[in-house]
């Protein structure tokens, strides 16, 4: 710890800080435009300046380390006209076209200006211009007079992704933003600019003109296009997704989140099953729900319990997971419980992306459920399997052709899935679930971090957590887990698992960034 | 001591840029004698004779070689500014031209005494002929075993080489030299690490301009005590200075520091042209905040008495203004010298050069306001002290003392009266 003087107050603060960091942790707010924590510091925009004492003039906070005994100010008239002054220069060039501008609402440029801004036009000059909606690549727009140069975007490209499609080209007020000539901004990561950007200059081709910002809400969650698990906000508007942005996650993705992550929050609600269907035909989920449970009352009296088998998916929250295993063996007392996924790999890299696509294979190992597929096969190819139950485990659309006829030849299939697709059309019944925004819950991403999902919003139509099913089926048979909130689940997890969780007493009790449990306890699983 | 010229003694000597007539003139001498030394006691030479950068700043150049670790494990580097770009400097392109041999001895004796085996001469865009001349020297050096391997049978070695810039101002500043020259843009670097420590490569590194380098021989082979004898109590020895504008005799004079002011254009330079009278003196480069007649005539070439009516020494680039010329005329073009020059990196130089130049070109149309020329020095604090380089405060330290010195005149454009100068 070092010791500092900050605007007259003696203040603790951790060693190996910048003033910035070290400010902020005092509760003072040191205003800022290029530097960002994720990316090295480049000291252009000029706005942080404050006074140190014995320091010749004023000194960049982003670029000065904290050291004891420092004396401080952020708050004196200078700095004050410092920051007017730079507010100024930046607005000089600036469009001001808020009114039609994405940003707005998020915009550094504006909150700024609001705090710090110097409220008078004192300019008479004709603004530079420059080029707007320049096509960057398949994600990103630029317009360069919104750009205040803070060069955040060129150096994600030269030491995040090492791809170095973006130069700041020309110099004084001819500086540009621009893609080298050829190249167009297409890495695996491009849509982290638009997030870094603190201004208006990128913009989201996805994103934007959907949504003004302020009417959006936002809930912390964790992207699951693959198990990286990168920590997110997804925000929404009634009941509607309409962006992914990365959530800071030291353990997990930095500051940063791939372009095929971000735009997963697309398949929400892709071909999205809203009602339950019995036979081919839409119904009640009471129906349907009674009919499952006819269906398995008659296989476990004709064939006996182990006729049933249930198995979950690598992509259904760790208490999905739990509960469904203590419907088969307390409840249905069949031991044929898997988690076998078969959804296909994509190509990793590196930096965050990982070839397996599911965001939960870990918790089913933690929770000791077998995934190993040839498991599952070796039941089904016994043909001792009557009464087959997937619950957000698409084999159907997912195995190949050998899976295909294995599951022919099951007499009946239960599918407890998000999509609607030929094949829950084909099965005996399907009842639709939840998908992970709309729900609380937990994912244990590759590393073995455990990361806590925030509901964003109620689920849609007939659709419900797959974990309220999966009670409402083992209510009809007699037994109540008296699950009526995550936070009940939690308390008999921890019962059952007292070993796997350490530093985790419930589920509120999961920190912002997660818990790092130990992979090595489970390896071989 | 009565003065002597260092610098110059070659500049009239026809051919002096070969290496037979700079040997026969006593070059290559001091090289000989510095190899033989240790390099501490070289460096402590040169902190004796007083010697000061000679690039604008002023900087010890003894102190400065003290800066290089010794017990770094990195390579050590020589980097010669050879950008000279600040408008009125001409000095450096001089010894290029003329005496290139003398940077290049310098260059050996500068690179021995700090550790470095290799050493670059920064060499501005515009000078295509001066390279090419250099780099015939550095061919004819290294035939002749001053350059290259074990030089001199010193068991020292030193590779030379030169490299031209593309024509940027701020390629000038030692950090954004050293950017241009790993091949990145030009653009200043955060300081601290400064280059002592983290320059070249991120390695240990001198950066001294061409005059001071090509000064650095005749310490040696003179003494430190010689070359300390001339000049002021704080600005010792000799200098090159320019001198431009509206003279009779412009061009490149080597004097004594301390001499006055107006005995150098009188004598040197010849005097006010036409034989109109003196309006005022740039006294070190466009970058200086400008001296009015009586001060220009009453000051001694000397860095403290120049600093002391807040302007500097400089870079020794004077420009001597007559009274036909409109100040807002000179600073409107000033301004278009930096807005055009600005690196661009720090929002305050960026934009503040381009809005001063426009609001006093505006001014000088005749369209401008007297609450725009209050925002001037204003936008000026605004950018002075607060960007990462001295470019911004190039920019606005002649602009507030042209305002502060001549005011009238650029009221006189906003009010549209009719010019008396």
């Given at each position: 710890m070092a010791t500092i003087t900050l605007n007259g107050q003696q203040v603790e603060v951790p060693d190996g800080?910048?003033?910035?960091?070290?400010?902020?942790?005092a509760g003072v707010t040191i205003p800022h435009y290029c530097y960002h924590?994720?990316?090295?510091?480049?000291?252009?925009?000029?706005?942080?300046?404050?006074?140190?004492?014995?320091?010749?003039?004023?000194?960049?906070?982003?670029n000065t380390p904290v050291k004891d005994g420092m004396v401080v100010k952020t708050d004196t008239p200078a700095v004050e006209k410092m920051r007017k002054g730079v507010q100024e220069f930046l607005l000089l060039n600036h469009p001001i076209d808020c009114p039609i501008c994405d940003q707005a609402g998020e915009c550094r440029l504006q909150d700024y200006y609001m705090e710090y801004g110097q409220y008078q036009n004192r300019s008479m000059v004709p603004k530079v211009e420059k080029d707007k909606v320049v096509d960057l690549g398949p994600l990103v727009v630029l317009d360069q007079e919104r750009c205040i140069l803070c060069s955040r975007c060129v150096r994600f490209c030269e030491s995040v992704t090492k791809t170095g499609e973006l130069v700041i080209s020309n110099r004084g007020d001819r500086s540009r933003i621009q893609a080298f000539p050829g190249k167009q901004l297409d890495n695996a990561y491009s849509g982290n600019v638009v997030d870094l950007c603190p201004v208006g200059a990128l913009t989201s081709k996805d994103f934007r003109f959907k949504q003004r910002v302020w009417f959006l809400e936002t809930a912390k969650s964790v992207c699951t296009g693959c198990s990286n698990g990168c920590a997110i906000t997804v925000d929404f508007r009634e009941g509607q997704p309409y962006r992914y942005k990365p959530r800071h996650n030291p353990q997990v993705n930095d500051y940063w989140m791939c372009d095929a992550g971000r735009l997963s929050y697309k398949q929400l609600n892709e071909n999205r099953l809203y009602t339950a269907i019995l036979g081919g035909e839409d119904t009640t989920i009471g129906k349907a729900l009674d009919a499952l449970v006819a269906r398995i009352r008659n296989v476990v009296a004709s064939h006996g319990p182990e006729a049933i088998a249930l198995v979950g998916s690598a992509h259904s929250t760790l208490e999905t997971q739990f509960v469904l295993r203590r419907l088969a063996q307390e409840v249905l007392k069949t031991s044929k419980v898997s988690g076998a996924t078969l959804t296909p790999d994509w190509e990793g890299d590196d930096l965050l992306k990982?070839?397996?696509?599911?965001?939960?294979?870990?918790?089913?190992?933690?929770?000791?459920?077998?995934?190993?597929?040839?498991?599952?096969?070796?039941w089904l190819e016994a043909g001792q399997v009557q009464l087959l139950i997937l619950v957000d485990n698409e084999l159907g659309l997912e195995g190949d052709d050998t899976w295909q006829a294995l599951l022919a030849q099951v007499p009946?299939?239960?599918?407890?899935?998000?999509?609607?697709?030929?094949?829950?059309?084909?099965?005996?019944?399907?009842?639709?679930?939840?998908?992970?925004?709309?729900?609380?819950?937990?994912?244990?991403?590759?590393?073995?971090?455990?990361?806590?999902?925030?509901k964003a919003y109620d689920p849609e139509g007939d659709s419900a957590p797959a974990l309220d099913i999966l009670q409402a089926i083992a209510r009809a048979l007699g037994t109540d887990f008296g699950y009526d909130d995550i936070e009940a689940v939690w308390t008999d997890l921890l019962k059952a698992y007292p070993e796997s969780f350490p530093g985790i007493d419930s589920f509120y009790g999961i920190p912002e960034h997660g818990v790092a449990l130990e992979l090595a306890a489970v390896a071989g699983k | 001591?009565?003065?002597?010229?260092?610098?110059?003694?070659?500049?009239?000597?026809?051919?002096?840029?070969?290496?037979?007539?700079?040997?026969?003139?006593?070059?290559?001498?001091?090289?000989?004698?510095?190899?033989?030394?240790?390099?501490?006691?070289?460096?402590?030479?040169v902190k004796q004779s007083g010697l000061r950068g000679r690039g604008g700043a002023g900087f010890p150049t003894g102190l400065k070689w003290s800066f290089i670790p010794k017990d770094s494990p990195k390579p050590k580097y020589l980097v010669v500014n050879a950008d000279e770009s600040e408008p009125g400097t001409f000095k450096d392109r001089k010894i290029m031209e003329r005496d290139p041999h003398a940077l290049i001895e310098g260059c050996i004796i500068s690179a021995f005494a700090i550790g470095a085996h290799k050493a670059y001469i920064y060499i501005r865009g515009e000078f295509n002929q001066q390279r090419l001349n250099v780099d015939d020297a550095i061919r004819e050096a290294y035939a002749r075993g001053y350059l290259g391997k074990n030089i001199l049978g010193s068991g020292f070695d030193l590779?030379?080489?030169?490299?031209?810039?593309?024509?940027?101002?701020?390629?000038?500043?030692?950090?954004?030299?050293?950017?241009?020259?790993?091949?990145?843009?030009?653009?200043?670097?955060?300081?601290?690490?400064f280059p002592a420590t983290h320059g070249l490569f991120q390695c240990p590194t001198v950066v001294n301009n061409v005059e001071t380098i090509a000064t650095v021989p005749w310490i040696v082979q003179h003494g430190a005590a010689a070359y300390a004898a001339m000049g002021t109590e704080k600005a010792k020895g000799t200098r090159l200075m320019c001198v431009s504008g509206h003279v009779n005799k412009p061009g490149v004079y080597e004097i004594e520091m301390g001499i006055p002011m107006k005995q150098f254009i009188e004598e040197h330079a010849g005097g006010i042209r036409m034989g109109r009278k003196l309006k005022a003196v740039i006294p070190g480069g466009s970058s200086c905040p400008i001296l009015t007649a009586d001060q220009a005539e009453s000051v001694t070439m000397d860095p403290e008495a120049i600093a002391a009516l807040g302007s500097m020494a400089g870079s020794g680039g004077m420009i001597v203004i007559d009274d036909q010329t409109d100040m807002v005329d000179l600073l409107e073009d000033l301004l278009h010298f930096y807005q055009h020059e600005s690196c661009g990196q720090c929002t305050p130089c960026r934009e503040g050069t381009d809005w001063l130049y426009k609001i006093i070109q505006r001014i000088n149309a005749g369209k401008g306001t007297t609450e725009e020329l209050d925002a001037v020095l204003d936008i000026a604090d605004n950018m002075e002290g607060k960007t990462i380089c001295a470019l911004a405060a190039a920019a606005t330290m002649p602009t507030r003392s042209y305002i502060k010195a001549y005011r009238h005149e650029f009221e006189a454009k906003i009010k549209r009266e009719r010019m008396t100068v």
């Open positions: 800080l910048n003033l910035i960091q070290a400010a902020e942790t924590p994720g990316l090295p510091v480049d000291g252009n925009c000029r706005m942080c300046l404050v006074e140190i004492e014995g320091a010749r003039g004023p000194q960049i906070s982003c990982k070839a397996d696509r599911t965001p939960n294979r870990n918790g089913l190992r933690f929770l000791g459920i077998d995934h190993d597929p040839a498991t599952l096969r070796s009946a299939v239960a599918l407890l899935t998000r999509t609607r697709s030929g094949w829950a059309e084909q099965v005996a019944c399907a009842l639709p679930i939840a998908n992970h925004v709309e729900q609380f819950g937990s994912f244990v991403q590759a590393k073995g971090v455990l990361q806590k999902l925030g | 001591m009565a003065f002597t010229p260092v610098l110059s003694i070659r500049f009239d000597v026809p051919g002096a840029s070969r290496l037979e007539v700079y040997e026969a003139h006593g070059g290559y001498q001091a090289v000989r004698k510095a190899l033989g030394m240790e390099p501490a006691a070289l460096i402590e030479e590779d030379l080489y030169t490299h031209r810039g593309a024509g940027a101002y701020i390629c000038g500043e030692e950090t954004g030299l050293l950017e241009s020259l790993e091949g990145k843009k030009g653009q200043p670097r955060l300081k601290p690490p």
